[in-house]
């Protein structure tokens, strides 16, 4: 992610010391700038909330298969599954 400086805004926040140190300290360990750091995690973050599941109900997502396979409605109708119920 490179951008030309005439299309860079200030983006400035206020950190705790402690939050300075361990960002710095993320920066040495992966051999990055404390900047490159924070948007390679911003980046992750936000790629692995695009791979997350779509809000709906499981049924949504296999509507095309409802019906499909051919048996019993419900495996409870039968007696043998059904035997031993409620003693």
Known sequence: M???KDRTVWFGMKVT???????????RKEGT?????????VNQALDASDDA???GSFL????HLV?????????????????????
């Open 33 to 41: 700038t404390a900047k490159q750091t924070i948007l390679t995690l």
């Open 53 to 55: 599941p779509r809000s």
């Open 67 to 87: 019906g499909s396979i051919n048996g019993p409605i419900d495996l409870s109708t039968h007696p043998d599954h059904m035997r031993g119920f409620g003693r």
């Open 2 to 4: 490179s951008a030309s």
């Open 60 to 63: 949504e997502g296999i509507e």
């Open 17 to 27: 010391p402690e939050q300075k140190a361990r960002i710095k300290r993320l920066a």
